[in-house]
């Protein structure tokens, strides 16, 4: 409960901040705040720690929309948008990754809930802080090998 009412007023002096800093906020940084208010919100007012459990699940399946969404809004999806001014590579490749990282999101969000159900508070506290962490460094670690057979080689003469 303490870690949840330091978490609230901290997400929004961030918000705060990079607004105050840059005059912009990620989008995926408002959304994690807002849900952070909400769900942390309702665990102190409930007296109830599932509704901040629950956040990461929701944060990541509402990415894994977003992202399957883009597949059918536009000529470009999400990580095409994000990375496509830094890569050139083929729609289906785009496509896959884009996939592929709703399948993370998706996969993200059913290894919190198994955590937070099957282990202790502690265990899902270190999950959420370490596990999540390290799937995502994981991830990007395959993607990087993935995309890797689909950069050109540019030699220096």
Request: no cysteine; hydrophobic share 55%; proline share 2%.
């Amino acid at each position: 409960m303490i870690a949840t009412a330091v978490l609230i007023p901290a997400s929004i002096l961030q918000v705060v901040y990079s607004w105050l800093r840059h005059k912009t906020v990620e989008k995926m940084h408002l959304v994690s705040t807002v849900l952070v208010v909400i769900f942390g919100g309702a665990t102190l007012w409930l007296n109830d720690g599932s509704f901040i459990k629950w956040k990461p699940t929701i944060l990541n399946w509402l990415f894994a929309t977003v992202f399957l969404g883009s597949q059918f809004i536009g000529s470009k999806n999400i990580i095409q948008r994000l990375m496509g001014s830094q890569l050139e590579l083929p729609f289906k490749v785009w496509r896959t990754l884009n996939l592929a990282w709703v399948g993370f999101f998706i996969l993200s969000g059913i290894a919190n809930l198994y955590v937070y159900y099957n282990f202790s508070e502690a265990t899902w506290f270190n999950f959420k802080l370490f596990g999540l962490l390290g799937m995502t460094i994981v991830f990007i670690i395959a993607q990087g090998i993935y995309l890797s057979g689909y950069l050109k080689n540019e030699s220096a003469d």
